[in-house]
């Protein structure tokens, strides 16, 4: 099993920063992906930002240039810098790692940003 923890998260102004941070453990497995996920009220979960343990990345377009995925894949763990937040990124974030087909997901943290 693979156990995902968030941290980060909360409110902040329009224009703001932040960022989460996620730790893995367990059966993590040597060749993964990892990233970040998010869902809206009322909004199907969708992509933020992945990375796999080979460096390659796949950035959501909505966040392209604000948003800033890096890893440190002997500590497991995945970050997301966020910068020039807007209202419209306001959504639970999950931490996500992908691997051999399986997907695992953390219990998420919400952020939330204020116009």
């Known amino acids: 099993q693979v156990q995902l923890v968030e941290s980060g998260g909360g409110l902040v102004q329009a224009g703001g920063s932040l960022s989460l941070s996620c730790t893995a453990s367990?059966?993590?497995?040597?060749?993964?992906?990892m990233g970040w996920y998010r869902q809206a009220p009322g909004l199907q979960r969708e992509l933020v930002a992945t990375?796999?343990?080979?460096?390659?990345?796949n950035v959501a377009d909505s966040v392209k240039g604000r948003f800033t995925i890096s890893r440190d894949n002997g500590k497991n763990m995945v970050w997301l810098q966020m910068s020039s937040l807007k209202p419209e990124d306001t959504a639970v974030y999950y931490c996500?790692?992908?691997?051999?087909?399986?997907?695992?997901w953390g219990k998420g943290t919400l952020i939330t940003v204020s116009s």
């Open positions: 990375v796999t343990t080979g460096g390659t990345t």
């Open positions: 996500y790692l992908g691997a051999y087909g399986t997907n695992y």
């Open positions: 367990g059966a993590t497995f040597s060749i993964n992906t």
